[in-house]
């Protein structure tokens, strides 16, 4: 059974880094068919989806959310079985619940999520 699991710091400075790793445990995230994507929930808001990194059995791409890829970067430490997140020069607004997930192809969902990591942006 796959399961993943974050871990960064809780909170993070205004104008700082935010970066977090997704540990992934059960299944490796070079497995075809699967993407591994960051996704967000602010207070009082809905899950925002911020960007996937997939494997198409030679390399690596990722894809991010519009309204975030000048700041967000997603990388992937295969010989840990982990994938980061990094996002750059945060603000109160970027306080959120930050989550890991896998995304199955045949589903067209994710279908296996982290319980979630709380990052507060705050001086």
């Known amino acids: 059974q796959v399961q993943l699991q974050e871990s960064g710091p809780g909170l993070v400075k205004p104008s700082q880094t935010l970066s977090l790793t997704c540990t992934v445990s059960g299944g490796s995230i070079t497995t075809n068919y699967y993407s591994w994507s960051w996704i967000r929930r602010a207070p009082g808001k809905g899950l925002e989806w911020m960007g996937v990194?997939?494997?198409?059995?030679?390399?690596?791409?990722?894809n991010y959310s519009p309204s975030l890829k000048s700041r967000t970067s997603i990388s992937r430490d295969t010989s840990k079985n982990q994938f980061s997140l990094q996002l750059t020069s945060v603000t109160p607004e970027d306080t959120a619940v930050y989550y890991c997930?896998?995304?199955?192809?045949?589903?067209?969902?994710?279908?296996?999520w982290g319980q979630g990591t709380q990052v507060t942006v705050s001086s």
């Open positions: 997930a896998r995304h199955s192809v045949a589903l067209g969902s994710n279908d296996c």
């Open positions: 990194i997939s494997w198409d059995g030679n390399t690596f791409y990722t």
